[in-house]
C-alpha cells in the first residue's frame, strides 16, 4: 500500500506565501518522478511543477518564478514552495509520485488526498 500524504495548505492573503510539502510511504521499490498539480474550481486538473530523482525540474510557464519545487530523495518527500501568491492560485493541490512498488511491476502514478490553497485578496 503506498501513501502519499500533502500538508501546509491553508489560508494566505495575497503576496504571501506557502510551502506544501508530500511524504510518501508504503511499498516503494523505486520513486521516479514526483509533482504537483492543481485543480481550480470548475477547471481540470493541470500541472504545476515536476522534479525528478536527480532534481531536473519543469514548470508550468506562468508559475515560473513564483513557485520553487524541491524534493528530498532520502525522505521520499517532495516540496512547493510559492511566494507572491494571487487569488487566482486559490485550488486544491495534488501530489503525484510515480512509484514501481516492486522490482518486476511498472511504474504507475498514485495520488496525495489533495490540500486547499486559498489566497484571499
Known amino acids: 500500500q503506498v501513501q502519499l500524504v500533502e500538508s501546509g495548505g491553508g489560508l494566505v492573503q495575497a503576496g504571501g506565501s506557502l510551502r506544501l510539502s508530500c511524504a510518501v510511504s508504503?511499498?516503494?521499490?523505486?520513486?521516479?518522478?514526483m509533482g504537483w498539480y492543481r485543480q481550480l474550481p470548475g477547471k481540470q486538473r493541470e500541472l504545476v511543477a515536476g522534479?525528478?530523482?536527480?532534481?531536473?525540474?519543469n514548470y508550468a510557464d506562468s508559475l515560473k518564478g513564483r513557485f520553487t519545487i524541491s524534493r528530498d530523495n532520502a525522505k521520499n518527500s517532495v516540496y512547493l514552495q510559492m511566494d507572491s501568491l494571487k487569488p487566482e492560485d486559490t485550488a486544491v493541490y495534488y501530489c503525484?509520485?510515480?512509484?514501481?512498488?516492486?522490482?518486476?511491476?511498472?511504474?504507475?502514478?498514485?495520488w496525495g488526498q489533495g490540500t486547499q490553497v486559498t489566497v484571499s485578496s
Open positions: 503525484n509520485a510515480v512509484i514501481k512498488i516492486s522490482a518486476w511491476s511498472t511504474f504507475r502514478g498514485y
Open positions: 522534479i525528478t530523482s536527480d532534481l531536473s525540474t
Open positions: 508504503g511499498r516503494l521499490f523505486s520513486l521516479s518522478t
